[in-house]
């Protein structure tokens, strides 16, 4: 369940900028394998712990995430981005252990890493001579 | 008899050219927010331009950039946002060289390293006032407008 925005109070004079209904992001990402586990590093500005919803379910890792109302005043003179949502999943497959799963929040980047299950991480097999 | 206007664009190639700019537009599709393998280091980041009759506001989504690290310089009309974002640490600190060398990325979409922009601001702004904060990676920027900019009512005189 994704917590809904806080409303946050905007600057004097000026109505908050909303999030558009309905835009949707797909978030830039870094996936790095680690051995025993994965490690997804995602951009996703303007949000906060409380909005940001994982979730891993039949090997799917799923990421959505709902942006904060930001205060801005006057009119648009330029626009490069516009401001919605995230949501984007990937296929994980079987081998990680979804009760373990960590993530967290930090200058807008959101960092999730996935423990493989124990008995599927490599594992280097001594050969004695005989 | 119709003629030829020199430049006349026959309508086939303004097909060819909506068709070549949708093709554009599908396979460098812009991821919207940001550091992209496209995007150089003088488009990024992306920025959001607001103006009111006092000041304007600049808004930028710098995920990953931490404040010390980010650099802010205003001039006349001109703005300049210097900064970088360092190498995501995926690692614990206490990780050993041969964890190091087993890490292997999968995706790299989000990009590193040094960064610099220069914004053309609407109007000429008072340094001195400039303002800035740094939230969950959305950086907004408020310039007041030098008081040459801003709008004056004149007083009519009768006599």
Redesign the interface.
Request: proline share 8%; charged share 25%; glycine share 8%.
């Given at each position: 369940m994704i917590a809904s925005p806080q409303t946050t109070a905007p600057a004097a004079g000026s109505p908050p900028v909303s999030p558009e209904a309905g835009l949707t992001?797909?978030?830039?990402?870094?996936?790095?394998?680690?051995?025993d586990s994965?490690?997804l590093?995602a951009?996703?500005?303007?949000?906060?712990a409380e909005a940001i919803d994982v979730r891993f379910e039949d090997g799917v890792l799923s990421i959505d995430a709902a942006v904060?109302p930001?205060?801005?005043?006057?009119?648009?003179?330029?626009?490069?981005?516009?401001i919605g949502g995230y949501r984007r999943s990937f296929q994980l497959g079987d081998g990680f252990d979804g009760g373990q799963i960590e993530a967290g929040?930090q200058?807008?980047?959101l960092?999730v890493r996935i423990p493989r299950l124990a008995a599927v991480q490599p594992r280097t097999i001594p050969v004695k001579a005989s | 008899m119709q003629l030829l206007r020199v430049g006349y664009a026959h309508p086939l190639e303004d097909l060819r050219d909506e068709m070549d700019r949708l093709w554009n537009s599908l396979t460098t599709a812009p991821p919207l927010h940001g550091w992209t393998q496209q995007a150089t280091k003088e488009t990024f980041p992306a920025i959001n331009l607001f103006e009111t009759e006092e000041a304007v506001f600049v808004e930028a989504e710098l995920p990953g950039i931490e404040s010390e690290t980010l650099e802010i310089t205003a001039v006349g009309d001109e703005l300049t946002l210097k900064g970088r974002r360092q190498e995501p640490a995926v690692l614990p600190a206490s990780a050993s060289a041969d964890d190091a060398s087993k890490l292997t990325w999968h995706r790299r979409e989000r990009g590193a390293g040094e960064f610099s922009r220069r914004l053309s601001l609407p109007a000429l702004i008072d340094a001195e006032g400039v303002e800035a904060r740094l939230t969950a990676g959305v950086l907004t920027i408020s310039c007041p407008k030098a008081a040459s900019c801003r709008p004056r009512k004149v007083m009519v005189t009768t006599g």
């Amino acid at each position: 369940m994704i917590a809904s925005p806080q409303t946050t109070a905007p600057a004097a004079g000026s109505p908050p900028v909303s999030p558009e209904a309905g835009l949707t992001y797909r978030p830039n990402v870094d996936i790095a394998d680690c051995g025993d586990s994965l490690v997804l590093i995602a951009d996703i500005p303007g949000s906060s712990a409380e909005a940001i919803d994982v979730r891993f379910e039949d090997g799917v890792l799923s990421i959505d995430a709902a942006v904060l109302p930001r205060p801005a005043a006057g009119t648009t003179v330029r626009r490069e981005y516009g401001i919605g949502g995230y949501r984007r999943s990937f296929q994980l497959g079987d081998g990680f252990d979804g009760g373990q799963i960590e993530a967290g929040y930090q200058h807008g980047v959101l960092t999730v890493r996935i423990p493989r299950l124990a008995a599927v991480q490599p594992r280097t097999i001594p050969v004695k001579a005989s | 008899m119709q003629l030829l206007r020199v430049g006349y664009a026959h309508p086939l190639e303004d097909l060819r050219d909506e068709m070549d700019r949708l093709w554009n537009s599908l396979t460098t599709a812009p991821p919207l927010h940001g550091w992209t393998q496209q995007a150089t280091k003088e488009t990024f980041p992306a920025i959001n331009l607001f103006e009111t009759e006092e000041a304007v506001f600049v808004e930028a989504e710098l995920p990953g950039i931490e404040s010390e690290t980010l650099e802010i310089t205003a001039v006349g009309d001109e703005l300049t946002l210097k900064g970088r974002r360092q190498e995501p640490a995926v690692l614990p600190a206490s990780a050993s060289a041969d964890d190091a060398s087993k890490l292997t990325w999968h995706r790299r979409e989000r990009g590193a390293g040094e960064f610099s922009r220069r914004l053309s601001l609407p109007a000429l702004i008072d340094a001195e006032g400039v303002e800035a904060r740094l939230t969950a990676g959305v950086l907004t920027i408020s310039c007041p407008k030098a008081a040459s900019c801003r709008p004056r009512k004149v007083m009519v005189t009768t006599g």
